[in-house]
């Protein structure tokens, strides 16, 4: 699963997050990537954008990548909707392969 947000307040993240754990989106994935958020505003709580996800989500059993180059940023892959994509996450190393 991709996650994107362009305009990242601490606030609207902690509630949309909380939402898909709520909806327990976050139990049955095979990998979460997390797009860098082309504005972050922690509002002042000392927060980092990944603390914020990490203290949400929990621990998973599968790799959860941070600041993706996806979305509203530069650089940007393009990741086409309803693609397919193969994630291989090993000893910190990433392949990415995105099929139409």
């Given at each position: 699963m991709v996650l994107e947000d362009e305009d990242a307040t601490i606030t609207l993240e902690e509630r949309s997050l909380n939402a898909?754990?709520?909806?327990?989106?976050f139990d049955n994935l095979k990998g979460l990537i997390f797009s860098k958020p082309e504005i972050y505003n922690n509002k002042n709580s000392g927060l980092k954008y990944e603390e914020l996800i990490?203290?949400?989500?929990?621990?998973?059993d599968y790799p959860i990548i941070y600041n993706f180059d996806c979305g509203h940023t530069i650089p940007s892959i393009c990741i086409p909707q309803n693609g397919i994509m193969?994630?291989?996450?090993?000893?910190?190393?990433?392949?990415?392969?995105?099929?139409?």
């Open positions: 898909l754990k709520l909806y327990k989106i990490d203290e949400i989500v929990g621990k998973r193969n994630l291989v996450a090993k000893n910190g190393e990433i392949k990415i392969k995105i099929e139409k």
